[in-house]
């Protein structure tokens, strides 16, 4: 495939009844799990599984989630969530994600995560803030430019190089 692909991860999901609204529509609530099954599927595939973290105590706890709605998503659309890494930093990191209705085939929402590291100190203790401490090599060269990843038409997965530096 192409360079999209080479470069992000991707879930596929159809919309079920249990998360649409009265109206039949997918309801917001539901966006932040799609991004979270995404991200999982990033890590996943570029070798660091999010739950390996977890068993650590290296937590990446959001700290904030944009979300902007282009298109309705409706009872049984099947959906594409793809995910692209955007900033590295030394704290925190950043992910852009893009839902396409494979059902109308229109770009449907277009989202943001901003990710912070943080430690368990155990069960009953806050998380303190913390450095990313996974390999930090690999995810370098993932980076991409988020305006790209809301350009690109649905399945042109062919992205230019960004270089954020």
């Not at 068993?55 to 009872?75: I, P, T």
Request: hydrophobic share 40%.
């Amino acid at each position: 495939m192409g360079r999209w692909d080479d470069v992000t991860a991707h879930v596929e999901h159809r919309v079920t009844f249990s998360e649409t609204d009265g109206l039949g529509f997918a309801h917001h609530r539901c966006i932040v799990v799609w991004f979270e099954q995404a991200r999982e599927a990033f890590f996943r595939r570029f070798g660091t599984a999010a739950v390996e973290l977890y068993h650590k105590g290296w937590l990446l706890a959001v700290r904030q989630l944009n979300v902007r709605y282009d298109s309705f998503l409706g009872y049984e659309d099947q959906l594409s969530i793809r995910v692209a890494l955007t900033r590295l930093g030394r704290v925190a990191c950043d992910f852009h994600y893009r839902v396409d209705n494979l059902t109308t085939g229109k770009l449907a929402v277009r989202g943001h995560t901003n990710l912070v590291a943080v430690e368990s100190k155990g069960p009953l203790a806050p998380p303190t803030l913390s450095r990313i401490r996974f390999d930090r090599a690999p995810f370098e060269k993932l980076l991409v430019d988020p305006d790209a990843l809301y350009d690109a038409p649905q399945g042109a997965w062919k992205p230019p190089r960004w270089d954020p530096e």
